[in-house]
T-cell receptor, first 112, second 109 residues
């Protein structure tokens, strides 16, 4: 069966520091991969999605970037965090086609 | 107009009651529909798909009304453990998904 791993679970970082969140999927090949952010009490905001290695689409312009160096690895990065980057970051995967998303456990990021 | 809209609630219901709520979508070309459940400070988890003919999974019933462009979720015999935020998801194409902001349900003893 397929599993998704996302880490770390919790992160506290100062403003201006870099960020790297990693997500890996097991048990499937060539999944669609997604990064979402959820601010406190708010809905899910799609940040990036990827349909294949090296293919990244950005939904919202910001100081974040994403990379997919391997088929089942998706990384979210920032060179300099802002206070507004605080939130709950969720990685998700889906099969190709109109399939539902399956989420990782999420990373709760607090920028201080 | 938002692509997907949900009544945020909260719906406060006693144990054993039935609760139902809708989710409207704006794009008539939407292809697939799902309900997710999200507990506080946790990731969303797939609850059920929504099929054109309507479908049931235990105490949960989902329906799709394409003419009026909404999906619905009905929970029968509510349990305390059903307290959560329920998110609807509408898929337009292979990568284009839209999430509703969620409907909060609180089941009280």
């Amino acid at each position: 069966s397929q599993t998704i791993h996302q880490w770390p679970a919790t992160l506290v970082q100062p403003v201006g520091s870099p960020l790297s969140l990693e997500c890996t999927v097991e048990g499937t090949s060539n999944p669609n991969l997604y990064w979402y952010r959820q601010a406190a009490g708010r809905g899910l905001q799609l940040l990036f999605y990827s349909v294949g290695i090296g293919q990244i689409s950005s939904e919202v312009p910001q100081n974040l970037s994403a990379s997919r160096p391997q088929d089942r690895q998706f990384i979210l990065s920032s060179k300099k965090l802002l206070l507004s980057d605080s939130g709950f970051y969720l990685c998700a995967w889906s099969l190709q086609g109109r399939s539902p998303l399956h989420f990782g456990n999420g990373t709760r990021l607090t920028v201080t | 107009r938002k692509e997907v809209e949900q009544d945020p609630g909260p719906f406060n219901v006693p144990e054993g009651a039935t609760v139902a709520f809708n989710c409207t979508y704006s794009n008539s070309a939407s292809q697939s529909f799902f309900w997710y459940r999200q507990d506080c400070r946790k990731e969303p988890k797939l609850l059920m798909s929504v099929y054109s003919s309507g479908n049931e999974d235990g105490r949960f019933t989902a329906q799709l009304n394409r003419a009026s462009q909404y999906i619905s979720l009905l929970i029968r015999d509510s349990k305390l453990s059903d307290s959560a935020t329920y998110l609807c998801v509408v898929i337009l194409n292979d990568y284009k998904l839209s999430f509703g902001a969620g409907t909060t349900v609180t089941v009280r003893a």
